[in-house]
T-cell receptor, first 114, second 115 residues
């Protein structure tokens, strides 16, 4: 039962353009969502997060949008840079006893071409 | 500020053996979680430790066990290794307080190969 899904295994974007990575979830108990970036031979690096009480959170070039009714979130990277090339994971967390325990999607490989 | 560290980096074991992986939390963090990442998949939650007690477990059998020490470092033990245990094992730490806890900060991982 895949509760967090990233349906695009890969995305290719030109430098300077926008990258949009998508994520869908099924568990309505999830109330906090995070994006991580992972380079080969390194652990995931926290990028940006959003609470379910918000629909948008921005941090520099990175913006996360949350659509609770559609159970969908997206990460926008503008402008994209070659150094952004990595695997991006969407993750979700629920409150209560599940607080802080993350459920991850399968990841999307982003390639930014110079 | 010291980040999350893990040892060893790589490990090769034989089916049926036991293995211990180690993790040092980021300074100031009091919670540690372990994840298993199989090739081509996202990390899967194994369990979490808070104040030296297990604080939730994912869908993993009891042969996966752990410890958290007073200095918040942690161990992951796997008994009776199976071929499917071959994966990257990630440790993550966080601060379980009133304003945080969701953001987990990951170490570089230990690559375990079971032959």
């Amino acid at each position: 039962d895949q509760q967090v899904k990233q349906n695009s295994p890969s995305l290719s974007v030109q430098e300077g353009r926008i990258s949009i990575l998508n994520c869908d979830y099924t568990n309505s108990m999830f109330d906090y969502f995070l994006w991580y970036k992972k380079y080969p031979a390194e652990g995931p690096t926290f990028l940006i997060s959003i609470s379910s009480i918000k629909d948008k959170n921005e941090d520099g070039r990175f913006t996360v949008f949350l659509n609770k009714s559609a159970k969908h979130l997206s990460l926008h990277i503008v402008p994209s840079q070659p150094g952004d090339s990595a695997v991006y994971f969407c993750a979700a967390s629920a409150g209560g006893t599940s607080y802080g325990k993350l459920t991850f999607g399968q990841g999307t490989i982003l390639t930014v071409h110079p | 500020e010291t980040g999350v560290t893990q040892s060893p980096t790589h490990l090769i074991k034989t089916r049926g053996q036991q293995v211990t992986l180690r993790c040092s939390s980021q300074s100031g963090h009091n919670t540690v979680s372990w994840y298993q990442q199989a090739l081509g998949q996202g990390p899967q939650f194994i369990f979490q430790y808070y104040r030296e007690e297990e604080n939730g477990r994912g869908n993993f059998p009891p042969r996966f066990s752990g410890l958290q020490f007073p200095n918040y470092s942690s161990e992951l033990n796997v008994n009776a290794l199976e071929l499917d245990d071959s994966a990257l094992y990630l440790c993550a730490s966080s601060w379980a307080g009133t304003l945080g806890g969701h953001e987990q900060y990951f170490g570089p991982g230990t690559r375990l190969t079971v032959t």
